[in-house]
């Protein structure tokens, strides 16, 4: 029956009946009666939320999911099954698109879902010392073409480890905001951003990175996670790249000898970021000199950003075992650090936790996003080994028991809880789900536009 068969029948026009089916009109109460006897049924069964049948429920279901935002992103044309449409049919089409909402679902990793996939990262990292050796020997193998002995690696010698590979690096001003570098495989370019300061540490590292991904045969990502685990590889390739295996272990080896470890003198020696010297000795120390080690990178409000640790000092963790995002207790260096006046030098101190009593050398720095520390630890007994181990600074912490630096003192409370009415800090990046796509938070449309303006052959 068409509508113009139902229009006459009921006393009505299909155009009427058009915006009733469409949902832009409420039918009256004695149009619905007249349908109803008309298609000799009652107006409760067409009230009735639930399909009539089987085919009904997948024609429904089919008409909902190809009028969502998803679907319309990919330009397919609308599906309208008619009564010769075979149910088979119409059951496949519409598994299809449980499963493109079940994909668009599972692209959208919420912060929770971030989190258990890099706590299973910081785990697996874990089991292996922090230490990657197929990556090491890769990045040695490119380094040592280079002709490098020691120090800091040039930049010619990272331009020549591209050339190796296959790549050229050309430093522009346009990159799309999404993107630190870019690499356009077609070509045989990596494009990087222009040298805001000379000989800086920043740009050999990407470079270095954006190379990792050749010569570590990567390929688009397949998940949230995998997206992770290649950023966790070429950001250690970079390193191993920076501060080479064989002349960083041999530095390490005989400050060792001579009782004067210090992330101060490695990171001179290769001329790197406090940070990076930090993280390459997690890497090394437990697997070159059977030294175990913990690594903190910590905002000046506690904030937990980055975290290692294999000698058995508790990290504060959630329900899910993320340490990112938690805060540490005030007695550890990492944040007393920041209530000492002169911060230009380490800071040691001697930290009593139920876990037994650990040495840190603290360095704090500032970046845009405000101060952080980072600490470098390791247990009482292997502080002999270090530059600082004569510090007499010695704090307690009982964290996480909650009385430890979490609860006021029952004094402050009982003044205070009455009148006090403190307005939390909400961060934005909660309460918002991490971006979509192949590689995450990437604009590629800006990216394809970006490669279309540089393509050799091309003005401008």
């Known amino acids: 029956m068409t509508l113009d068969d139902l229009g006459r029948a009921a006393g009505t026009t299909a155009s009427q009946l058009s915006l009733v089916e469409n949902g832009r009109r409420e039918p009256r109460l004695s149009l619905l009666e007249a349908v109803a006897s008309t298609l000799g049924t009652t107006t409760a069964e067409l009230l009735s939320p639930e399909p009539p ?16 935002g998803t679907y319309a992103s990919l330009g397919l044309p609308v599906v309208r099954p008619g009564k010769s449409f075979p149910t088979e049919a119409l059951e496949a089409f519409v598994g299809l698109h449980r499963e493109l909402a079940r994909r668009a679902d599972a692209a959208i990793a919420t912060p929770e879902e971030a989190r258990r996939a890099t706590t299973a990262l910081r785990l697996w990292m874990r089991e292996r010392d ?28 990272v331009s020549q480890m591209a050339d190796h590979v296959g790549f050229r690096l050309i430093h522009v001003d ?13 070509n045989g370019r990596i494009y990087l951003p222009p040298a805001s300061i000379p000989g800086g540490h920043g740009l050999r590292s990407l470079a270095l990175q954006a190379i990792a991904h050749r010569v570590l045969g990567h390929r688009d990502p397949t998940s949230y996670a995998d997206f992770l685990r290649q950023r966790v590889e070429i950001n250690y390739f970079a390193s191993a790249c920076l501060m080479p295996r064989e002349q960083a272990v041999a530095r390490l080896g005989e400050a060792k000898a001579r009782k004067d470890l210090a992330v101060e003198d490695f990171r001179d020696l290769f001329g790197v970021t406090h940070d990076a010297a930090a993280q390459r000795m997690t890497n090394l120390l437990t697997s070159h000199l059977g030294l ?38 005030r007695a550890w260096a990492s944040r007393a650090a920041f209530a000492q006046h002169d911060r ?17 050398t603290t360095q704090t720095g500032t970046a845009t996003g405000g101060a952080f520390s980072i600490s470098v630890g390791v247990p009482f007994a292997a502080a002999k080994w270090f530059r600082g181990r004569e510090t007499t600074t010695r704090l307690a912490s ?22 006090a009415w403190p307005s939390a ?11 979509t796509g192949t590689f995450p938070g990437v604009d590629e449309g800006a990216v394809y536009a970006f490669l279309e303006r540089h393509a050799p052959g091309r003005t401008g």
Do not use: M
């Open 425 to 435: 800090a909400v961060h934005a990046h909660v309460l918002s789900p991490l971006p």
């Open 292 to 329: 175990r080690l913990h690594f903190l990178r910590v905002g000046a409000d506690g904030t937990l950003f980055k975290g290692y640790e294999n000698d058995g000092v508790r990290l504060p963790t959630d329900t899910t075992g993320a340490i990112e995002g938690q805060v540490v207790c």
């Open 344 to 360: 230009a030098t380490e800071y040691y101190q001697y930290t009593d936790t139920p876990e037994g009593t650990f040495w840190c």
């Open 174 to 186: 346009d990159l799309p905001h999404s993107t630190r570098t870019v690499t356009d495989l077609a």
């Open 398 to 419: 009982r964290c996480p028991d909650p009385a430890c630096c979490r609860r006021p003192e029952p004094g402050l409370a009982e003044r205070w809880a009455p009148h």
């Open 130 to 157: 922090n230490y990657l050796p197929e990556i090491e020997d890769e990045a040695t193998a490119l380094v040592a073409r280079t002709g490098y002995s020691s120090g800091a690696l040039t930049h010619r010698a």
């Open 53 to 68: 049948s089987r085919r009904a429920a997948l024609e429904i279901e089919l008409e909902r999911a190809q009028s969502t």
